[in-house]
């Protein structure tokens, strides 16, 4: 008994496979049709059920709205049309601005900008509805004394005679509070307000209202993860800001405030620039006037005392050569003050100074060697900044950024070494032919002397003090040359559908799966058929040459002791199976004389007595004798 169950259930195994094998080569589209017909009520609750649960999907899940703004990136310094300082403060890498843009710095002046230290909300069955400029009254803080409480839901009940209750982190009030009186708790005080008493009381006070004091960073960790900044046409040098939030007004407050914020900063950044070097400038005047009017006072005190006017008794070629050394000389030695200006701030770390001293280097022989170098430095810093933006000092790229750093700043070390050695080298040669000159003046008149040096001391402060006027001028009209003209081309709308779930999106896709599961099982009950609906399944499973008579199919009513049949309905669709096998009988063997029939099966109870029963009575309505 078992090995034959093994024996049968190996033999229906290797029919299913066999049919799956020879599915597309033997699929039959009139059984799928009549598999498919059973199935309908399966298939129609498949589609139900799945149609039930989009509804419910879009109906309990948060709705994402998304708002963008579109700004351009646009500078104008009109500066360049008189001096040659534009390039001082001007960028256009549109891949720094977006990092700028979408980085928690600006995120987070955007955050302290808006009305989001306290968010409000309308409790509903399974979603709440957040009210973002829209809330019937507003809380006023006044201490918070347990700050466990921020980040979590403080439940109002508002009573219809001006009083409410409050729910704090499972403390409930054992008191009512008075509308827009003080609400003194254990954990924080405040007052409460109406922004809009009709709204609450059209209500009929049935909404259950809460409120949450929010954490900046929460919020701004949020909001970075919402924040898409993308180059929208970059030839027009135009960028988008967009936000996908589930508050339609939130975002698009969020979005723009963004763009402003970014706006605002870049004109901060450059004002603190130029108000950083034009101090420094002011300072060295105030400096330099001063020992100019102790050297004038000087002069004019020489000139009383020892009434002298001129020097042009000394002999012209030892002045015109004493004075050419002079000149070399005050030109080395501004050269050597710029250059000790640049070491100190480079020393120092003062990466903005150093940068500004870029005009200083005009003229020199050593501009264009220092000038790459420092703007190496200022582009590495530069650099660094957008990516502390988002990231931590301890971040890949900003570690590789420091190590070129490092490298650049030790290499305009080593340059401003080796050009102070030279300068002091070429200083130390002027000065001594100076000494030699020096030394045939002492033969000159005393007076004439101590002129000539209180002069030399005046010419150098006068020249030091006219350069740094002139960096001055150029500065102040520099900065109020300079104009950013980033504008928001297209300022955000507040959208009116989300974006997420989409409606139609959703009913498609749930019907597209009811289609596949509907198939599949379909497919699966066809693959798994066993019964046999048709004289061409048996034609085509029988191994043997044999004929095929007839078919006679299920008899699902009741069946007399007798079993005879065929004589109750003649016209029935069970008698005319009978009479087509008794006409194919005829064709098997149409010789004079008995006949006999035999009826077979594997086991018992598949209607071997009801077959013979009712094609004998078949036959012997044809006027035949059967036993």
């Not at 909001?223 to 007004?249: C, E, H, M, P």
């Not at 770390?349 to 220092?370: H, K, R, S, V």
């Not at 046999?532 to 699902?556: D, F, H, K, Q, V």
């Amino acid at each position: 008994m078992i090995g034959d169950s093994i024996s049968n259930n190996n033999t229906n195994f290797e029919d299913y496979r066999e049919r799956i094998t020879n599915f597309s080569n033997e699929f039959e589209f009139g059984l799928f049709l009549y598999i498919f017909k059973k199935s309908l009520a399966w298939i129609l609750i498949i589609f139900g059920v799945l149609i039930f649960i989009a509804f419910l999907y879009l109906r309990y899940t948060i709705p994402i709205f998304e708002a963008s703004t579109i700004i351009q990136i646009s500078k104008n310094n009109t500066a360049q049309k008189v001096l040659d300082v534009g390039q001082i403060y001007e960028d256009n890498n549109l891949s720094g601005e977006i990092e700028l843009i979408r980085s928690k710095f600006l995120i987070r002046k955007a955050v302290g900008n808006l009305p989001l230290e306290i968010s409000y909300f309308v409790k509903g069955d399974i979603l709440n509805d957040e009210k973002y400029g829209s809330s019937a009254y507003k809380i006023e803080i006044v201490d918070i004394k347990d700050s466990s409480i921020i980040g979590k839901k403080i439940f109002i009940d508002f009573l219809s005679d001006g009083y409410l209750n409050l729910e704090i982190d499972n403390y409930s009030s054992d008191h009512e509070f008075l509308f827009d009186g003080l609400v003194n708790t254990p954990k924080i005080s405040f007052y409460i307000k109406y922004n809009n008493r009709e709204h609450l009381y059209r209500d009929d006070f049935t909404n259950s209202y809460f409120f949450i004091i929010n954490n900046k960073a929460t919020l701004v960790n949020k909001f970075f993860r919402g924040v898409d900044v993308s180059v929208l046409n970059l030839s027009a040098q135009t960028i988008k800001i967009g936000l996908k939030y589930s508050n339609a007004r939130l975002s698009m407050a969020f979005v723009d405030e963004l763009a402003r914020q970014y706006i605002n900063y870049d004109l901060e950044k450059k004002s603190l620039s130029s108000k950083s070097i034009l101090n420094f400038i002011d300072i060295q005047l105030d400096t330099v006037f001063q020992e100019l009017n102790d050297i004038e006072l000087l002069l004019q005190s020489f000139k009383k005392e020892h009434k002298v006017t001129n020097i042009d008794n000394i002999s012209n070629t030892y002045v015109e050569n004493y004075a050419r050394l002079e000149e070399e000389l005050l030109n080395l030695e501004l050269e050597e003050s710029v250059l000790n200006q640049i070491w100190q701030s480079s020393t120092n770390g003062e990466d903005i100074e150093l940068y500004n001293l870029i005009p200083f280097l005009a003229g020199t022989e050593y501009e264009g060697l220092l000038s790459n170098m420092i703007n190496s430095i200022h582009n590495l810093e530069t650099q660094r900044e957008e990516y502390l933006y988002t990231g931590t000092i301890e971040n890949e790229r900003v570690e590789a950024i420091n190590f070129q750093l490092n490298i650049q700043k030790n290499l305009l070390f080593e340059s401003i070494k080796n050009l102070r050695l030279r300068l002091i080298a070429r200083k130390s040669t002027i000065e001594n032919k100076i000494a030699e000159y020096e030394k045939l003046f002492v033969e000159m008149p005393t007076k004439e002397m101590e002129y000539t040096r209180l002069n030399r001391l005046y010419q150098i402060n006068e020249k030091y003090y006219t350069l740094l006027l002139q960096k001055q001028i150029e500065y102040r009209i520099s900065k109020a040359g300079f104009v950013t003209n980033n504008q928001i081309l297209e300022p955000s709308v507040m959208p009116g559908a989300p974006i997420s779930p989409k409606k139609n999106v959703v009913y498609i896709s749930f019907v597209i799966t009811a289609f596949l599961i509907s198939l599949i099982f379909i497919i699966i009950r066809y693959l798994t058929h066993t019964n046999i609906t048709s004289i061409n399944e048996i034609t085509r499973l029988s191994y043997a040459s044999i004929g095929t008579l007839g078919i006679i199919p299920r008899y699902e009513g009741d069946i007399p002791d007798s079993m005879l049949l065929v004589d109750q309905n003649p016209k029935s669709v069970l008698a005319e199976s009978f009479r087509s096998v008794r006409s194919n009988l005829q064709f098997v063997n149409n010789s004079p004389g008995a006949k006999l029939i035999s009826i077979t099966s594997t086991i018992s109870g598949e209607g071997k007595t009801f077959i013979a029963i009712n094609l004998g009575g078949i036959i012997s309505f044809s006027n035949k004798k059967v036993i």
